[in-house]
């Protein structure tokens, strides 16, 4: 399983223009092969973080190079972001817990 964090801060005055686009893209991320989820959050200063999990390093490459996610990662460093970080990350270990809805 391959993590991709996306760490970004949007520039002034973009969000009419940021918002159906980031829709748009998440759209194309979850028809994509081997997509498994995406989830994004805000930090109070304005932090932008979303992780995008893939099922392997081959399909989360593909996702990278689509052409129109190509677009609009060139749109975001012209006009979206003042600026962002991304990591793609390896799974290496995963646990889970979940309590029961009786307890």
Known sequence: MIVTIF??????????EYFPLAERMS???TAMPG???HKGFVAEDGERVTLVVFETAETQRAWQTHPEHLQAQ?????????????????????????RDAKN
Not at 7 to 16: K, Q, T
Not at 74 to 98: M, N, W
Request: aromatic share 12%.
């Open 74 to 98: 060139k749109r975001g460093r012209e006009r979206f972001y003042s600026d962002y970080h991304i990591q793609v990350c390896e799974v290496v270990r995963e646990s889970q817990f979940k």
């Open 35 to 37: 997509y498994i989820s």
């Open 27 to 29: 759209k194309l991320a």
């Open 7 to 16: 760490r970004s801060r949007l520039a002034p005055g973009v969000e009419d």
